[in-house]
């Protein structure tokens, strides 16, 4: 933001009572009053665009009787309006709050112009739905989840995602481990794998997220952070983790030792028709080729970085 208003912003201003727009001494009907509440503003500015009156084909009734139908005839055809916006001081800024009023001479067709388009850029801000919460936002983690319980080896049975690269590289999968010890509150996770026929460690640290089985990832990539909730475990046999990146849920299958049950499956399934993915989305890894351990070659510590 450029001009006087960007240096008044970047000096601690902000905008304060309200604001005007006067011709001589008329003012615009319901143009004056605070600014401060986005709401009004956009219902005022859903007026100028003709929701509410005055406004193309509208009649309204100034004190003397005078009645326009269209906003160039409010306007009037010659003459200068003039803009006032009052900003204050803050008292973080100044001892106590000081009103700075600033005022810009606007031709009528400017003013007409300016009006439109502000009604047209308000109203859409104000129509803008909210953003929709993120998908593992509305998991709930185990109840009375315990970090030491679920510490220790886990066997990755199967993942359930929409990942396209998932499904077309699905064959490639190797066999996956992850050894789990908690860290406070937090939980360091060290994950095993081949890659071209030799293992690598690769650990990484989820942060607690506020809550017990509530996990975070500071991955690296554009793509940010990695969100993970420890969905249900009965610590002994099974695990279901839901994990999030870029509001792209997948649900994964872990379990002690092979061959997984059919309890475990069961309820795996239910998670994933939850998830609002199918069978189709799943993706079963091989049972047999674990790797326990990794050379100091072939670590990658994303803890210490």
């Known amino acids: ?4 208003a960007g240096q008044a912003e970047g000096c601690g201003l902000r905008p304060g009572a309200g604001w005007a727009l006067r011709h001589g001494s008329r003012a615009l009907p319901r143009s004056a009053g605070s600014r401060s509440d986005v709401q009004d503003e956009a219902e005022f500015m859903r007026s100028l665009a003709g929701a509410g009156d005055p406004g193309p084909g509208r009649r309204f ?29 803050p008292p973080s800024a100044s001892p106590s709050p000081v ?37 593992i936002s509305t998991i709930q983690p185990k109840a009375n989840f315990d970090a030491q319980q679920f510490a220790g080896t886990w066997l990755l049975v199967a993942v359930a995602s929409s990942c396209r690269f998932l499904q077309e590289q699905g ?3 190797e066999a996956t481990a992850l050894h789990l010890a908690p860290q406070g509150t937090a939980m360091i996770a060290s994950t095993f794998q081949k890659l071209d026929g030799i293992c690598w460690q690769v650990r990484q640290l989820y942060r607690d997220m506020g809550g017990p089985g509530r996990f975070q990832l500071q991955a690296r990539g554009a793509r940010g952070a990695i969100d993970m909730v420890v969905g249900e475990t009965d610590y002994r046999s099974f695990a279901i983790l839901y994990l999030e990146r870029a509001r792209r849920l997948s649900v994964k299958l872990y379990t002690r ?41 072939h670590v990658l510590d994303e803890v210490s970085r």
């Open 171 to 173: 064959h490639r999968a």
């Open 1 to 4: 933001m450029g001009g006087a």
């Open 99 to 135: 009103m700075v009023t600033a005022a810009a001479m606007l031709p009528p067709r400017t003013v007409l112009l300016t009006l439109l388009l502000a009604a047209v850029s308000l109203g859409q801000r104000a129509q803008r739905p909210p953003r929709p919460l993120s998908p």
């Open 61 to 89: 009734e100034e004190g003397g009787g005078l009645t326009w139908t269209s906003w160039p005839g409010f306007l009037g055809s010659t003459g200068q309006w003039t803009l006032t916006w009052e900003l204050a001081i």
């Open 257 to 297: 030792s092979l061959p997984v049950s059919d309890t475990a499956l069961s309820v795996f399934e239910q998670r994933v028709q939850g998830a609002n993915l199918t069978e189709d989305h799943i993706l079963f890894f091989p049972k047999y080729g674990f790797c326990e351990a990794a050379d100091q070659f």
